[in-house]
């Protein structure tokens, strides 16, 4: 079967040459890299970049944001998708059906400079949002400056821009499910709640599962950085710093490649530490795993 190999062939060369040959500079986080003598020239610091971050006054800050973020937008982002594409499946007009997938999925194909751009205009001081909340009588909030908005506004954006793509994931995972089984469900008495918790559900598991894995894997690498770095104000510094915000400004502004090397191995060890337990969890518990 050379042929699939062959297929297999231009893949696998593009991760070995973008993903894999760079993790050889990771070991800058290892030394007091300077750009000029380069890593043989530069100083072996051993662990000091990882203690100077353990040990500095943004470390609790900053995980902890990068946490809370994550937490939340698993917990509102991740079921979401999922009632919707029961939904969908759910509607008996197919025309309504139709229109709700194409709604949902067009802001899937907006660039996240746009989003953001459209955030910033929809909640600023003098913009349609705080018009309203005037109109009805309340004083307007200042959702981009107040650090307690920022959560809210960088959630409620990423259901709006994901919520389609994500819903697709699961209308073909039910495209899977065998309708013989809604059919003896409903011989046997079941209702249209009932065949949803007891057919729809456990059919797009091993769906839920992968995604969820995945997810879990990433709640101290898949923030997404270039959107808070767009919300990113000095008022709500303090809420929307995360890990890697503090990378960007160690590493690209501030020129501490060493120190930002380090705090981004920190993130991806932790991060596989994750997606391997939640792997090993969910096959113990549901029989559904990446590997």
Not at 68 to 77: A, L
Not at 108 to 115: E, G, K, L, Q
Not at 187 to 210: E, K
Request: some cysteine.
């Amino acid at each position: 079967n050379y042929q699939l190999y062959l297929l297999l062939l231009p893949g696998l060369l593009w991760y070995l040459a973008f993903a894999y040959r760079p993790m050889t500079g990771l070991r800058i986080a290892f030394y007091d890299y300077n750009i000029f003598k380069g890593i043989a020239g530069s100083k072996f610091v051993g662990f000091k970049n990882f203690i100077d971050f353990l040990t500095g006054r943004d470390f609790i800050r900053v995980f902890k944001n990068t946490i809370m973020i994550s937490f939340w937008q698993i917990v509102v982002c991740f079921p979401v998708p999922i009632l919707l594409a029961v939904a969908v499946t759910e509607m008996k007009n197919k025309i309504v059906s139709k229109f709700t997938q194409m709604a949902t999925l067009l802001p899937s194909f907006v660039s996240v400079v746009v989003v953001c751009g459209m955030v910033k205009e929809l909640l600023a001081a003098e913009g349609p949002v705080n018009k309203l909340i005037h109109m009805f009588g309340a004083d307007k909030i200042a959702f981009m400056s107040e650090p307690g908005w920022f959560d809210f506004v960088y959630i409620a954006s990423g259901v709006w821009q994901a919520l389609g793509w994500g819903t697709i994931l699961y209308l073909a995972a039910m495209t899977g499910i065998n309708t013989e089984l809604y059919e003896a469900a409903s011989m046997d008495g079941a209702g249209r709640f009932q065949q949803v918790i007891h057919v729809t559900i456990p059919g797009i598991m091993p769906t839920i599962m992968t995604l969820l894995i995945m997810d879990i894997g990433g709640i101290v690498t898949s923030s997404n950085m270039q959107k808070i770095l767009l919300l990113y104000n000095p008022l709500n510094q303090q809420r929307a710093d995360i890990i890697g915000t503090l990378v960007y400004r160690m590493g690209i502004t501030g020129g501490n490649f060493s120190y930002a090397a380090a705090v981004g191995l920190f993130e991806g060890v932790i991060g596989l530490i994750l997606v391997t337990s939640a792997n090993f969890l969910s096959k113990k518990f549901t029989e559904t795993s990446l590997w």
